[in-house]
């Protein structure tokens, strides 16, 4: 399944860095979500993009900035981050947004963040 | 608030049947998603309920009550492959997803 793809798969990065994950998909879908998956916790929705307008920020901390340049790419900028920021980062895409669609996973980026 | 429960983890033997149960509290509903997520994986769509009953795909049984805010899962004839983590997603009245922590299912031989 390579409908949405994500890189790097992983990443260590100390607090002083500045990376970037990216996410694309090839599913001609209109949506694209990230989330942020702790061990034992539920998914947790950062943000979301529809025809790449930001359209959910779910109060999170503004070491996290999102960019969408077009429909089928998404990014996540990383700055200044903390060791709990350490998780599974889920990039997902779905039809439209707003109604009963189904989201698309991709394998996710593994953060690592000393 | 909003919330969902179901099991942290199960465990059950290869060619048996399990069920993994899903209670949510949701402002409004539209619908209840079942994802299957192996370690180190892209969680995989299952399944969508929102009319009450059950719903074959093969395998895997999903059911639904919308008066109980209640939900399972039912795996029959159990492979190794199942061996993974199930998420319940139930959809509010803003369309927004409310996620279950999963529920870990490991098979045995």
């Known amino acids: 399944e390579t409908g949405v793809t994500q890189t790097p798969r992983h990443l260590v990065m100390g607090m002083t860095n500045k990376k970037s994950l990216k996410c694309e998909q090839h599913?001609?879908?209109?949506?694209m979500y990230w989330y942020k998956q702790s061990a034992k916790k539920p998914l947790e929705l950062m943000f979301v993009?529809?025809?790449?307008?930001?359209?959910e920020n779910n109060s999170v901390p503004s070491r996290f900035s999102p960019e969408c340049p077009n429909s089928s790419h998404l990014f996540l900028h990383l700055h200044t981050l903390q060791p709990e920021d350490s998780a599974l980062y889920l990039c997902?895409?779905?039809?439209?947004?707003?109604?009963?669609?189904?989201?698309?996973f991709g394998p996710g980026t593994r953060l690592l963040v000393l | 608030g909003q919330n969902i429960d179901q099991p942290t983890e199960m465990t059950a033997t290869e060619g048996a049947i399990v069920q993994i149960n899903c209670t949510y509290q949701t402002s409004g509903f539209n619908g209840l998603f079942w994802y299957q997520q192996h370690a180190g994986e892209a969680p995989t769509f299952l399944s969508y309920n929102v009319l009450d009953g059950l719903e074959e795909k093969g395998r895997f049984s999903s059911f639904l009550s919308r008066s109980k805010g209640y939900s399972y899962l039912l795996l029959k004839e159990l492979q190794m492959k199942d061996s993974a983590s199930y998420l319940c997603a139930a959809m509010d009245s803003n369309y927004q997803l409310i996620w279950g922590a999963g529920t870990k299912l490991i098979i045995k031989p």
């Open positions: 997902a895409s779905s039809p439209g947004w707003g109604g009963a669609e189904t989201q698309y």
């Open positions: 993009y529809s025809l790449e307008e930001r359209v």
């Open positions: 599913l001609g879908h209109n949506a």
